[in-house]
């Protein structure tokens, strides 16, 4: 724990500045900038938020509605295994 390999560190680095350089370029090729490809995430991220906000505030009137009748028999049923075990 205490060895620390400075070759296998550096060469690390200069392999991931290499392929920092070629995905820039790439990207550069494409006409992405860093700035557009970060409005980019922070928008479909936004927009992610806001499908998972709508799908919640959808559901959570149906989820409620049942629950007005599904609760009330599951409580009911779990009151009849409990008198059953009491008889045995």
Same mark, same amino acid.
């Given at each position: 724990? *205490?060895n620390?390999?400075? +070759?296998r !560190?550096?060469?690390?680095?200069? @392999? %991931?500045?290499?392929?920092?350089?070629?995905?820039g370029?790439? &990207?550069s090729?494409?006409?992405?900038?860093a700035?557009?490809? !970060?409005?980019?995430?922070s928008?479909?991220l +936004?927009?992610? *938020?806001?499908?998972?906000a709508?799908a919640?505030r959808? *559901?959570? $009137?149906y !989820?409620?509605? *049942?629950?007005?009748i599904?609760? $009330?028999?599951? !409580?009911i @049923? %779990?009151? &009849?295994?409990?008198?059953k +075990? +009491? @008889?045995r």
């Open positions: 724990m *205490g620390i390999d400075i +070759r !560190i550096l060469g690390t680095g200069i @392999k %991931l500045l290499l392929v920092c350089l070629l995905v370029w790439v &990207l090729v494409i006409e992405v900038d700035l557009g490809f !970060i409005r980019f995430l928008q479909s +936004r927009h992610a *938020g806001e499908l998972a709508d919640v959808w *559901g959570v $009137p !989820i409620l509605l *049942g629950a007005v599904v609760v $009330p028999f599951y !409580i @049923k %779990l009151g &009849l295994d409990m008198l +075990r +009491r @008889k």
